[in-house]
């Protein structure tokens, strides 16, 4: 996926029998899913108009082009969409965007590296960078705080960590 569009929500199949579908919203305020106009699907062969109806339990019901049955709408579940960047906010210094984060090499205090990002999860407590690297069988979940993450550079694309004990293999 292009670096110039970031995932800002999913469908998540259909919703009744008329075409509509239900919608997750992977955005900081729910409703501005579809504010960013044209979305696009994962490989920008696709692209949608999005017009919510309202809430539904973990999402909205909505209305996308090119979708007038249950069975079209069935059809595209799971299709993560993604919006032009240019599109998006601009974020203070102290926030990012999930997507700039995933890849970044993150190096302890004294300059060891321990892996990269491969994801960034959060499950209700909070963000959680997941760390993949040499000595990290199964990874490791750091969380996402000012504390643990001093530093995110994006420009030299890495992180600065002061983990929690226990997060990394000594």
């Known amino acids: 996926m292009s670096q110039d569009r970031i995932c800002v929500g999913a469908i998540a199949g259909a919703f009744g029998v008329k075409g509509d579908v239900r919608l997750k919203s992977f955005c900081a305020e729910a409703e501005a899913v579809a504010e ?14 999005i017009i919510l109806n309202g809430p539904i339990k973990n999402g909205f019901s909505a209305r996308i082009s090119g979708v007038s049955t249950k069975e079209q709408g069935d059809a595209l579940s799971g299709t993560r969409l993604f919006a032009d960047r240019s599109a998006l906010p601009s974020l203070p210094d102290d926030e990012f965007y999930h997507a700039d984060l995933i890849g970044l090499a993150v190096f302890d205090t004294g300059g060891k590296e321990l892996g990269r990002v491969t994801s960034v999860e959060n499950h209700g407590a909070g963000d959680f960078l997941e760390i993949q690297g040499p000595g990290l069988k199964n990874g490791a979940l750091l969380p996402f705080t000012h504390d643990a993450v001093p530093t995110v550079d994006l420009a030299s694309a890495r992180i600065i960590t002061d983990p929690p004990d226990g997060v990394f293999p000594e």
């Open 36 to 49: 960013y106009g044209l979305l696009w699907s994962e490989d920008g062969s696709q692209s949608f108009e």
